[in-house]
């Protein structure tokens, strides 16, 4: 059974760097084509894809958002890690991971975790 | 970028069908994948490649890709079927995810 669970800090105040983790399991990160994204979801929003790691090292990022983020990956912990810098009260949001076995799509996700940027 | 484009809202009577929308330029060069997200709840993958249903998803819940249209149709419309959907997209082109706006589709 595929799982994903995010986690990180639920408050983080304006200009500072936010890292979350997605734990996973029932599924590995060496698996050829597995990738794992973060998608966010502000408060009555709609979700904004963020970023996506494969299994073989490559990212992709939200191109507005790119000088912002990185992503990196952690097999042997099983965890996929999301840096956001300089935050702001516009990124207030649900951050979730989801599974993707590479065919375009987000097959599992998790169930988010909420993130409030303010002073 | 590309932009997929979404009616905000759809209201339909239990038991009659909903037929959500999403549109985008050449859309039909591209293969649309659909979400189901109720409130409070991680999203659920209900269509992908226009007109596959994952495992565990009715069959009431089926997706067509005209080439002109995309559309994600529900049959038989129930009270649990009330949520936000979303349509979805990889864009080879700029190497990215993109999702619609977002439909919330309510039960009358």
């Known amino acids: 059974q595929i799982t994903l669970r995010e986690s990180g800090p639920p408050l983080v105040r304006p200009t500072q760097t936010l890292t979350l983790t997605c734990s996973i399991s029932?599924?590995?990160?060496?698996?050829?084509?597995?990738?794992v994204g973060w998608v966010r979801q502000p408060p009555g929003g709609a979700l904004e894809w963020l970023a996506l790691i494969y299994w073989d090292e490559t990212k992709r990022y939200r191109p507005p958002l790119q000088s912002r983020l990185s992503i990196s990956k952690d097999t042997s912990r099983n965890q996929v890690v999301l840096t956001m810098t300089n935050m702001a009260a516009a990124d207030t949001a649900t951050y979730s991971c989801a599974h993707t076995t590479g065919d375009g799509y987000f097959d599992l996700w998790g169930r988010g975790t909420l993130v409030t940027v303010s002073a | 970028s590309y932009v997929l484009t979404q009616p905000p809202s759809l209201s339909v009577a239990p038991g009659q069908t909903a037929r959500i929308s999403c549109g985008g330029n050449?859309?039909?060069?591209?293969?649309v994948h659909w979400y189901q997200q109720k409130p409070g709840q991680a999203p659920v993958l209900v269509v992908f490649?226009?007109?596959r249903r994952p495992s565990g998803i009715p069959k009431r819940f089926s997706g067509t890709n005209s080439g002109v249209t995309v559309t994600l149709t529900i049959s038989r419309v129930e009270a649990g079927d009330e949520a936000d959907y979303y349509c979805?997209?990889?864009?080879?082109?700029?190497?990215?995810?993109?999702f619609g706006g977002g439909t919330k589709l309510t039960v009358l």
């Open positions: 029932g599924f590995s990160l060496r698996s050829s084509g597995v990738g």
């Open positions: 050449d859309i039909g060069s591209y293969s």
């Open positions: 979805q997209v990889w864009d080879s082109g700029g190497d990215h995810v993109v």
């Open positions: 490649d226009n007109n």
